[in-house]
């Protein structure tokens, strides 16, 4: 499989095209662009949350830790002292990084459930949830959020199978077929259990009319075909808004 720093570089770059790309349709305002390049860098590495002791789990349950610690402590800042809001914050936290962590490995396996589309549904709409319900973002900035986490998902999977095949020796290694996968075919439990919670999360999730009639295929196809390529030559959209010397000329002239 490919390392951390092949999937968190290739998450990265794909995660800042992506944004700019939702930046030039008028998508998401310029202040969210970061929060949507994070949450496609954090996608490209979630598959391996199922790999202990490993970088991308401890960042991950640690960064979850510390989200959740916050928001509960936000969440009685009326209600408790100083002292009371510390001992909350550092019991979530906890709970969390430790004892979740432990919890988790003690029940999964790298490649199962985790490493399937599903899961990367899953992960779509937490994120959503999360970023609408717990920072307060708007709706289509929250799903957006969560597409992409999807896509930083399915990236890393797609990464793993190629890394599956030996291009130099002429072979397949015998890890092919299990990172890419709809789910996991050889646990029809994990596979419901992990779907049951995507359709608890779905009953929950903010609205996604504005986001379902942006990601339109006719709507993404119609962007891309105006805006990808220059229309009038490379580079000069902003030389064709300069006001030329005779335009120069004529205000002048009007002003005297």
């Not at 490919?2 to 790309?21: I, P, Q």
């Not at 490493?115 to 709409?125: E, N, Y």
């Not at 900035?141 to 095949?165: K, N, P, Q, R």
């Not at 009953?203 to 986001?211: G, W």
């Amino acid at each position: 499989m490919a390392d951390f720093a092949t999937h968190l570089g290739w998450g990265a770059v794909a995660a800042g095209l992506g944004a700019s790309a939702t930046f030039a349709a008028d998508i998401v305002p310029a202040q969210h662009l970061m929060t949507l390049t994070l949450a496609g860098v954090v996608g490209s590495v979630l598959p391996d949350i199922d790999l202990e002791k490993t970088v991308p789990s401890r960042l991950l349950f640690t960064g979850l830790g510390f989200f959740l610690a916050f928001l509960a402590m936000f969440n009685f800042k009326s209600t408790y002292s100083i002292l009371e809001l510390w001992i909350i914050w550092f019991g979530v936290f906890v709970s969390i990084r430790y004892a979740a962590y432990h919890i988790f490995h003690e029940n999964t396996v790298h490649r199962g459930i985790f490493h399937s589309i599903l899961a990367g549904l899953f992960f779509m709409v937490a994120t959503t949830v999360l970023c609408a319900y717990g920072l307060g973002l708007p709706a289509v900035v929250s799903w957006m959020a969560g597409f992409f986490v999807l896509c930083g998902f399915l990236i890393h999977l797609t990464l793993d199978e190629i890394y599956s095949v030996d291009f130099t020796g002429a072979r397949i290694k015998r890890s092919f077929g299990s990172a890419l996968k709809l789910y996991q075919y050889n646990s029809p439990s994990s596979s419901i259990l992990m779907a049951g919670a995507l359709i608890a999360l779905l009953m929950i999730s903010p609205p996604s009319a504005e986001f379902r009639s942006i990601m339109k295929p006719s709507q993404v196809t119609k962007f891309f075909y105006e805006r990808m390529l220059p229309q009038d030559g490379w580079f000069k959209g902003r030389m064709a808004q300069a006001p030329t010397a005779s335009d120069i000329g004529g205000v002048q002239a009007d002003i005297r």
